[in-house]
Structure formats: C-alpha cells, structure tokens
C-alpha cells in the first residue's frame, strides 16, 4: 500500500524543499501539498483515503497551523493521523502551543537540506509504516 504525506504550507519554496526531501529519503511516499490551512482541510474531509502523515506549517496566512491541528483532533475521521508541525520558529512558546494543541512532533525547517532531509528520514520511520 502507498503511504502518502501531506504538507501543508503557504510557502512554496519550503513545499518545494519538502518534497525533494521526501524524495530522497521518503522510500516511495507519494507527497501531496496543500498551500493554505483551509486547502488541508478541504482535502481530508473528501478524500477517501488519508495520509500516514501530514508535516503542517505553524504560521500561515488566514488559518494558522494550530488551528488546523486543533480541528484535525476534532474530527472523529482525522484525529488520529500523525502531525508534525515543521517551522522555522525556535520559540518554545511556540513548540508548547503546538504540543498542546495535539502535534505528534515538532521539527524545525533547516536551510541545510542534509540535515533537514535526515529529520524528515527520521519522522517517516517513526510514523509511516510499511
């Protein structure tokens, strides 16, 4: 069965990273991206088959990514799909509000695409099993 991730992010450079990323250390994830939190949202609820893992921006635009992780663990179909807040904030105000929130882990954006390919290869053994 293919395992999908989905990233959810308003800026399309770090879409962009994350999925060359994924397709250097993501075995064969399918990637989906969505760029705002209402476009997340809007495909989970239609689609028939849910990612193994959804990597969510904290700050964006409109929706912020600790509302769309709190509506995520209010929804009976979605609440039980991994989330990884992945940002550039260090602030630990930041990584408390999203652990709070729900998130099953917190990953800071390296601008070193090694290192940051090496925390996304981590993420993917923890959640996405084959």
Same mark, same amino acid.
């Given at each position: 069965?293919?395992?999908? %991730?989905? %990233?959810?992010?308003?800026?399309?450079?770090?879409?962009?990273?994350?999925?060359?990323?994924?397709?250097?250390? !993501?075995?064969?994830?399918?990637?989906?991206?969505?760029?705002?939190?209402?476009?997340?949202?809007?495909?989970?609820?239609?689609?028939? %088959?849910?990612?193994?893992?959804?990597?969510?921006?904290?700050?964006?635009?409109?929706?912020?990514?600790?509302?769309?992780?709190?509506?995520?663990?209010?929804?009976?179909?979605?609440?039980?799909?991994?989330?990884?807040? %992945?940002?550039?904030?260090?602030?630990?105000?930041?990584?408390?509000?999203?652990?709070?929130? !729900?998130?099953? !882990?917190?990953?800071?954006?390296?601008?070193?695409?090694?290192?940051?390919?090496?925390?996304?290869?981590?993420?993917?053994?923890?959640?996405?099993?084959?």
């Amino acid at each position: 069965m293919t395992q999908t %991730v989905m %990233v959810v992010d308003d800026d399309t450079d770090d879409i962009e990273i994350t999925r060359r990323a994924l397709e250097k250390n !993501g075995h064969g994830v399918t990637f989906t991206a969505a760029p705002s939190g209402e476009a997340a949202l809007a495909l989970l609820r239609s689609s028939a %088959v849910l990612p193994s893992l959804i990597l969510l921006d904290l700050k964006m635009p409109g929706m912020s990514g600790i509302d769309v992780l709190r509506l995520i663990r209010s929804d009976e179909r979605l609440k039980r799909v991994p989330v990884v807040v %992945v940002t550039n904030s260090t602030l630990d105000s930041d990584r408390n509000a999203a652990l709070d929130a !729900g998130a099953d !882990g917190f990953l800071h954006k390296d601008f070193d695409l090694d290192r940051f390919g090496s925390d996304i290869q981590a993420q993917l053994e923890r959640w996405i099993k084959d």
